[in-house]
């Protein structure tokens, strides 16, 4: 079974005892190596399956890694905690923090939740939030969080700044309002954890004696705060392995601290440092584009990473005028490779660098009628619908959440208004009680008057449900919330396609509570609400990617680390967006475009066979026209790696600006001082087969229903599709937007 390594991973893996640093490349099989490490500690090495903690970068990652185990080990794959750092340290907290002063039930809040309750600090703190923003207080509080600074810490650093003293007032009451409320961040779920180690000697030998094998993928993005966890939980048997790559450090926005791989030889004095230099995923010329890239950063480990993979086709790069005309190629590209057999459309990924740059794909692979997936982008837990049941949920779980309560008291309408519900507050806020136990006892505060009368069902209701939760499932749970305020009822009633839309995530939220109670039942675990609430909390966009179902997956580069496909396009390569207008114009610029350069680093070396590199030269971006050049990233790739034509431009200069308002507005004004010209049309689709049905066609409308297609002309940028519909009579719609099915 170790035959399938070579030797220095083979090293790697049977390198068990002490502290050891695998440094390596993109694609040298460093998670592979930590899979097979995992696997024979158990086999060879009897260590118990309990005694092994494995972190990794998704809960996907950390599947899969699971199921490779069982399959080689057979047995105990479930008991060794192989998960993300926030879920383990949920594992942690859920035992523990009533240490700490919370109780273990605690709410874990997004940045929704962190918004909301930044709002009313605000507002309690009389900080005008259009001069000081909300995301800004919740910005330095997460970094101060990242680096361990507690309130006192970061009113210690603020001493003769007055800015710096004011985030630290908000930070207070922040705090405060989470322990009131029983809820944590995302960043108090790893800081609470290291806390409890310092302060309770007993819990960290508890998990030090638990965790002597400890493992930790991604190691290039941890920061502070999460390296002092791993370090303090190694510490006592220093049987840690840490694998990364310096060249993939994308996350330093996030608090990343690349001087914890740089550094570990001083942390851990007798560490084992191993290079793989082998890489398996790619073809040669992938590589040394991406070699050719990653050498211009300064001060890296070099590295040199060679394949047995052949040198494989060239990469394909395409400048368009448009980036209508960019999304419009790649879709033909797709559906030409598919439809000669070479690939699936699960091989194949568009990666770009901001969220936004989707839209266009998708409104071309709608009319196309290619099945994609985007990862990212708005959360299906953001959704109002979605949130407003959760709140249920965590109501009746844990009504401490304050946030909780008050998000669904008045939904659907119950008369109660503003008044009253701030008119509770400080009844709560005066006897020191939940909002929901002020409601409880909502008869003894006299300035409610006969509001009071409206509470009581409300009241009644959740105690109901709470002695329901104990013997229900959490999908039935749901389905009888949902039952009894007429929640779904009422989007019936509405009958918009907006509301359908709804029905449809909320029945998506049901599946998702009744899978989880099916995981639940095969692992042999009781089903909680808690730990349904828990799971979903921490559920990564990522986690969301199916590989049975066939479709192109579409993310950004900061979303692909640690995943590969067989096609891969790197869309809006161009300077401006990648790298980063920001990062281009920043004070430290040198550093920041060096991150933006190891984010195409990654992007290049997703790709396992083919690697197209596009951009357009006009693209709409928030609503203004920018005229962008070749992304000075694409010109660092040897020229004869590239197929496609690479026009020679003139050289542009950039905006020389003293300061970086300065340069903002230079850039706004007159994006590289070039004409404004009208936008292209939408390309040439030529086919309107693409869209699945023709003139004479019945279609299926979510609105309207089912109609004849009268028509289909060519629109600027779509197809206007005439439809004659059985119940409304003629409608004449976008074809991008209609999204008819042919019945
Ligand atoms: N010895 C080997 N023989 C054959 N294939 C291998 C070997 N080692 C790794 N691979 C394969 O190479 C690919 C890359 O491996 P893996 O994902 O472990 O690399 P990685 O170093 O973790 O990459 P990244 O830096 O992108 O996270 C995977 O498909 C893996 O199965
Ligand atoms: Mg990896």
């Known amino acids: 079974?170790?035959?399938?390594?070579?030797?220095?991973?083979?090293?790697?893996?049977?390198?068990?005892?002490?502290?050891?640093?695998?440094?390596?490349?993109?694609?040298?099989?460093?998670t592979r190596v930590l899979t097979y490490r995992t696997g024979y500690l158990i086999e060879e090495k009897g260590v118990n399956p309990y005694n092994i903690m494995a972190i990794t970068f998704t809960n996907k990652a950390a599947g899969e890694m699971r199921e490779r185990i069982s399959e080689q080990v057979g047995y105990g794959a479930e008991s060794i905690w192989v998960s993300t750092f926030h879920s383990t340290c949920v594992r942690i907290l859920r035992r523990h923090i009533d240490r700490l002063g919370f109780d273990n039930n605690f709410t874990i809040y997004d940045s929704d939740d962190q918004k909301t309750l930044m709002k009313d600090i605000c507002k309690r703190l009389e900080i005008d939030t259009k001069i000081y923003k909300e995301r800004t207080f919740l910005n330095a509080i997460s970094s101060a969080k990242d680096e361990l600074m507690d309130p006192v810490a970061f009113e210690l650093s603020a001493v003769g700044d007055y800015?710096?003293?004011?985030?630290?007032?908000?930070?207070?009451?922040?705090?405060?309002a989470l322990k009131k409320n029983n809820a944590l961040d995302f960043d108090d779920l790893i800081m609470k954890t290291v806390e409890l180690f310092r302060a309770d000697a007993e819990v960290l030998d508890y998990y030090q004696e638990r965790f002597r094998y400890i493992m930790v993928d991604e190691y290039q993005d941890t920061n502070t705060a999460q390296f002092e966890l791993i370090r303090t939980l190694a510490s006592k048997y220093q049987n840690l392995c840490v694998v990364g790559d310096d060249d993939q450090s994308i996350y330093k926005f996030r608090g990343a601290n690349i001087y914890n791989i740089l550094n570990f030889e001083k942390h851990f004095p007798n560490a084992r440092v191993i290079k793989l230099e082998q890489n398996y995923r790619s073809t040669q010329t992938i590589l040394d584009a991406a070699n050719g890239v990653i050498k211009n950063n300064e001060g890296r480990k070099e590295k040199a990473l060679w394949t047995e993979n052949g040198t494989g086709d060239k990469i394909d790069f395409e400048q368009f005028d448009t980036a209508y005309e960019e999304a419009d190629y790649i879709a033909k590209d797709i559906r030409k490779k598919v439809e000669a057999g070479d690939y699936q459309y699960k091989d194949c990924a568009i990666l770009y660098r901001t969220n936004a740059q989707s839209r266009l794909f998708e409104e071309r692979f709608v009319i196309s009628g290619i099945p994609y997936k985007i990862v990212g982008g708005v959360n299906f837990y953001a959704r109002k619908e979605i949130k407003d049941l959760l709140c249920y949920l965590k109501t009746i779980d844990n009504a401490r959440d304050d946030l909780a309560v008050r998000r669904i008291i008045n939904v659907p309408k119950r008369g109660i208004g503003a008044t009253t519900l701030n008119r509770v507050q400080e009844y709560a806020d005066a006897h020191d009680i939940?909002?929901?136990?002020?409601?409880?006892?909502?008869?003894?505060?006299?300035?409610?008057?006969?509001?009071?009368?409206?509470?009581?069902?409300?009241?009644?209701?959740?105690?109901?449900?709470r002695s329901k939760a104990e013997i229900l499932g959490v999908s039935e749970l749901l389905r009888d919330i949902i039952e009894q305020t007429g929640y779904v009822t009422e989007l019936e009633a509405e009958d918009t396609e907006e509301a359908k839309a709804r029905i449809e995530n909320i029945d998506e939220l049901i599946s998702k509570a009744a899978a989880y109670e099916d995981v639940c039942e095969e692992n042999g675990e009781p089903a909680s609400l808690s730990g349904f609430l828990e799971e979903v909390a921490l559920v990564a966009d990522i986690d969301s990617l199916d590989e049975d179902q066939d479709y192109v997956i579409l993310m950004t580069l900061h979303s692909a680390k640690g995943l590969e496909f067989p096609q891969v396009y790197l869309a809006g390569m161009e300077d401006g967006l990648f790298p980063s207008y920001m990062s281009i114009v920043a004070d430290d610029a040198a550093a920041e475009l060096e991150e933006e350069r190891r984010l195409a680093y990654v992007g290049i070396t997703r790709a396992k066979q083919n690697l197209a590199i596009t951009c357009a030269k006009q693209r709409m971006v928030r609503g203004e026209t920018q005229y962008n050049k070749v992304s000075r990233f694409v010109k660092e790739i040897p020229r004869e790696l590239l197929s496609g034509a690479v026009r020679k431009e003139k050289e542009h200069k950039e905006p020389k600006a003293a300061t970086y308002q300065q340069a903002k507005q230079i850039f706004r004004a007159k994006p590289y001082g070039m004409p404004q010209k009208p936008e292209k049309s939408f390309?040439?689709?030529?086919?309107?087969?693409?869209?699945?049905?023709?003139?004479?066609?019945?279609?299926?409308?979510?609105?309207?229903?089912?109609?004849?297609?009268?028509?289909?002309?060519?629109?600027?940028?779509?197809?206007e599709v005439t439809v004659d519909f059985d119940k409304v009579g003629v409608k004449k719609m976008f074809a991008s937007f209609a999204k008819l099915k042919k019945v």
Request: proline share 4%.
């Open 1 to 30: 079974m170790y035959e399938k390594l070579n030797n220095m991973q083979k090293e790697a893996v049977f390198q068990t005892e002490g502290p050891v640093l695998i440094l390596a490349g993109a694609g040298s099989g460093k």
């Open 163 to 176: 800015n710096r003293q004011r985030q630290a007032k908000v930070y207070r009451e922040y705090q405060a």
């Open 434 to 465: 939940s909002f929901y136990n002020a409601l409880r006892g909502a008869e003894e505060i006299t300035t409610l008057g006969r509001a009071a009368s409206k509470i009581k069902p409300f009241v009644m209701f959740i105690q109901s449900m």
């Open 683 to 719: 390309g040439t689709p030529g086919n309107p087969a693409s869209l699945g049905y023709q003139e004479g066609d019945r279609v299926r409308h979510m609105k309207f229903g089912e109609g004849t297609v009268q028509n289909i002309v060519q629109g600027g940028r779509d197809y």
